[in-house]
């Protein structure tokens, strides 16, 4: 049964977990990222090291910070990406398969002695998807390259699986394996000062620990400021493609709700476009 921080007992304010200098924080930890790893993955993994990647250009894409590791015999990598503004599939399949076929340029066999788990954290609500037109409401997605056979038998031949986490869309059936880590890391940044979280779960605990506001330091304060004004400039940036979004969605004769619903705009902000002089 789970157990949640209350009104009546003490409580740890949680810093941000969408701001990526407390992400960062508490999933370099080797207690939470191993925890991390074994509910969402369902393996143990024990890593050499914990590295966070550069910004540098990889194959013509700019590639956002990830957090990697490797285990010791060097057989399971992990990387774990956190977006709030870019929830763009294609970039995170080509990072994926990157990690895979990087392995093929120095095997003269082809072969992938690596079995990679990319972990993807979105922590706002997706945006319409440009292909299908469709919105995803979906906490968790899993996707992987192990082929079916006519009578829909799955093959375990790669093993390799790609993972969306998003806590904006609260699901009835998702596990308590995911649905610990989606309830941390909404409540972090909705509910910071009375977090309902499941403090049974080692992992949760620990992270809960990490990014408690008094073990926070006057320099991540800093950066994590930095890191926010940065956000705040994307976020205005966002507001004006959904803005063209919904003008767009008005001309094809889309009614309010709908548009509201696929742009995030409120129904007021909506109309509001609706009314404007062409």
């Known amino acids: 049964m789970h157990k949640f921080y209350t ?19 508490a999933f370099t930890d080797v207690i939470v990222l191993k925890a991390f790893v074994k509910d969402i993955v369902g393996i143990d993994f024990e890593p050499n090291k914990i590295e966070i990647s550069p910004l540098t250009p990889k ?10 590791a490797e ?38 066999d ?6 990679v788990y990319t972990i993807v954290v979105m922590t706002a609500p997706y945006k319409i998807n440009s292909k299908t037109h469709e919105l995803y409401k979906d906490e968790v997605l899993v996707s992987n390259l192990n082929p079916k056979n006519l009578k829909g038998i799955e093959r375990k031949i790669f093993n390799h699986e790609l993972i969306y986490l998003n806590p904006n869309y609260k ?12 309830d941390l890391i909404y409540e972090s ?8 979280i499941n403090i049974n779960n080692a992992g949760i605990k620990r992270t809960s620990e990490i990014v408690g506001y008094e073990n926070i330091s006057p320099d991540e304060w800093e950066q994590a400021k930095i890191e926010a004004s940065k956000r705040k400039v994307i976020k205005l940036e966002r507001e004006e493609e959904k803005e063209e979004i919904a003008k767009k969605a008005i001309l094809k ?17 909506v109309e509001k476009l609706r009314n404007e002089k062409p």
Not at 16 to 22: A, G, P, Q, T
């Open 189 to 196: 940044i909705h509910n910071p000062k009375n977090p309902q």
């Open 71 to 108: 285990t010791e015999d060097k057989t399971k990598r992990i990387e774990i990406q956190k977006v709030e503004y870019d929830h763009n599939f294609d970039r995170f399949l080509h990072y994926h398969l990157q990690a895979i076929t990087e392995q093929q340029r120095s095997s003269e």
């Open 253 to 269: 004769g889309l009614d309010n709700d709908f548009i509201a619903e696929i742009t995030g705009l409120t129904i007021e902000q």
């Open 171 to 182: 699901g009835k059936d998702t596990p308590d394996n995911y649905r610990d880590w989606l």
């Open 110 to 115: 082809y072969s992938v002695e690596k079995t």
């Open 59 to 68: 194959g013509g894409i700019l590639a956002l910070q990830k957090i990697f």
């Open 7 to 25: 009104k009546n007992q003490k409580i740890m304010i949680l810093a941000r977990l969408d701001n990526e200098v407390f992400f960062k924080k």
